[in-house]
């Protein structure tokens, strides 16, 4: 049970979570996954509000609320008054006012959810599903769930964290939360993609001389609509995949025991060689199925809050 003093309004960055907190919701996650009930104290009403695209984050969101027994109320970005000029802050406000209770939000701005956690006139629940090359923390939290769940606690695991350091808001969310759950946290991957921020949670060094000592591989997309249009028309997903993808040669090299992750969708053949996804060390998929789980403990911990659970 989460403690009176952990419940939050939001959860929007892990930056807000300290490792008790983390490890709470991690706990809570898994006994979901082994078949805990929601109890509601009322209908609660939830909606998905993804101004970018995504297909495991949103579909894993609204199978969190199913199974919580929340309703979802439909919203497409592309048909809805943003096109006219609405702003985030009055669709927000308008899914307040007709009942909803959580609005799960994905924005391409960093930070969007700033003003609107300040904001003293909204009183809904926040989720953030993604915000920019910002923080990611629902994926976060589901990538911590299946290291927990593989090796049984943090405390001295070698994380290593590959590819497009500086445009992936799930480096930003994984190397912070890591740290401060005592793992070592490692990067590699080009250069020019790494970003100086980083060095506060952990070292960049080369691939193939860190990847023989790890007990994770955390590989990371190659985030294409992210990158200037002279980065991406310079871009050689072979040469990527040669330099820094998960070969059948790295994985041979891998320590016994070691996991490959990766938050998906998947370049086959850039970060990972295709028949890699599916190998004996792959939790791929396993962190999909952690993400429904995990969700459900975010939302759990918003509808306590508003006193709904």
């Not at 059948?248 to 990766?262: D, L």
């Not at 370049?267 to 396993?286: C, H, K, M, Q, T």
Request: proline share 3%; charged share 25%; aromatic share 8%.
């Amino acid at each position: 049970m989460i403690s009176t003093e952990r419940i939050q309004p939001n959860v929007v960055t892990v930056a807000d979570m300290d490792a008790a907190d983390a490890l709470n919701l991690i706990n809570e996650a898994e006994e979901y996954k082994h078949g805990k009930k929601a109890e509601l104290t009322r209908p609660a009403y939830a909606a998905n509000l993804f101004f970018e695209n995504s297909t495991r984050t949103k579909t894993s969101f609204q199978m969190a609320e199913m199974k919580l027994g929340i309703h979802v109320m439909q919203f497409e970005a592309g048909t809805s008054s943003v096109k006219k000029g609405e702003s985030l802050y009055d669709t927000v406000k308008t899914m307040e006012s007709i009942g909803v209770d959580v609005a799960v939000i994905r924005h391409p701005e960093n930070e969007y959810y700033r003003d609107l956690i300040k904001h003293p006139g909204l009183k809904i629940g926040i989720a953030n599903g993604g915000d920019g090359s910002g923080q990611h923390p629902s994926q976060c939290m589901l990538d911590m769930m299946t290291i927990h769940e593989e090796f049984g606690n943090f405390t001295g695991l070698r994380v290593l964290i590959i590819g497009d350091l500086a445009h992936s808001r799930v480096a930003h969310s994984n190397a912070m939360m890591l740290n401060r759950l005592g793992a070592e946290v490692y990067f590699a991957g080009p250069q020019e993609w790494y970003d100086d921020e980083l060095a506060q949670y952990g070292t960049f060094g080369d691939l193939d001389e860190l990847l023989p000592q790890m007990d994770v591989v955390n590989l990371l997309r190659v985030q294409n609509e992210r990158l200037s249009g002279v980065e991406n028309g310079a871009f050689d997903a072979e040469k990527y995949h040669e330099q820094y993808g998960l070969t059948h040669k790295r994985y041979s090299k891998m320590k016994r025991g070691a996991i490959i992750m990766h938050p998906a969708p998947v370049n086959r053949g850039v970060e990972i060689d295709s028949d890699l996804v599916e190998a004996p060390n792959s939790r791929i998929f396993r962190q999909m199925q952690n993400g429904v789980f995990v969700r459900m403990a975010i939302l759990s911990r918003i509808l306590r809050y508003k006193g709904i659970m």
